[in-house]
């Protein structure tokens, strides 16, 4: 009976390398089965089966990501959901990171990184957003851009574009600007205008759970829908909803 060992011991015996850079290889996404890239060093090959390593493998420490994503509707995104713009919590919604996958990656992403499976391991998210809302979602293993946004989120500048139902109060859009009050405490200036008869558009640090809905109430009005398109420096852009694309080295909160 032919006896399979794992892939990581095959590439350390083939390459006379230590297991731990046999595995850096195969996670990096560097390693062929019978002409199949397979990027678990766990897997299990027959002696008489084809293992291939490229020949500009690098078992250098692999460089972390950032994704980031467009969540539609329909999915908890980051701390439980719950410290979003809207901040509602929908018991058993499906996490927004189960849609990382290479199958919601953009096509035409500009990085130019290949996607590998150790990609979707070890995200933390710091930018959370609750079930009904869509929009811009960071997921990182970059520990520098953990820290920054676990650090900066409040003082970060998010803008949101909020579909709204209903007739505005009289003075109503001064009022969201500067003069409302929520949980009992005044809240600063901040920047809102109508993008068209039924959206408006949110610049604001430091969002509070029911923080928009309850402002929009306030003046006579019902939020119906609301997309965070922008965190800091980083537009949602033209990523497609449901899709992921890399943060690029020269892109900034």
Known sequence: ???????????????????STAEQYIEGGFVSVGGQVVE??????????????????????????TLLLHKPPGFEAGLGGGAGPQGSRSQGAPQAATLLNTASHLPDDASGIRVLQRHFK?????????????????????????????????????????????QIAEGGLPLLCHGL??????????????????????????????QVPSMCEAVGLRVVALKRIRIGRLPLAKLPEGQWRYLQPWERF
């Not at 009976?1 to 230590?18: G, N, P, W």
């Not at 027959?46 to 972390?64: C, E, H, I, M, Y």
């Not at 960071?138 to 574009?161: F, M």
């Open 1 to 19: 009976m032919t006896e399979h060992i794992r892939l990581a011991k095959r590439v350390a015996e083939q390459l006379h390398c230590s297991r």
């Open 40 to 65: 678990a060093p766990g897997a299990r090959v027959r002696p008489d089966q084809d293992v291939a390593v490229a020949p500009d493998a690098s078992p250098l420490a692999l460089t972390p990501v």
């Open 122 to 166: 070890q995200l933390e998210c710091f930018t959370p957003l609750p079930t009904e809302a869509s929009g811009l979602v960071v997921y990182t293993q970059d520990r520098r851009i953990a820290r920054k946004l676990h650090e900066d989120i409040e003082t970060l500048e998010q803008e949101c574009i909020v579909e709204v139902a209903g």
């Open 181 to 210: 009050s929520f949980n009992g405490r005044p809240l600063p200036p901040i920047k809102v205008s109508w993008q068209n008869e039924n959206r408006l558009r949110f610049a604001l640090k430091g969002i509070r759970p029911g």
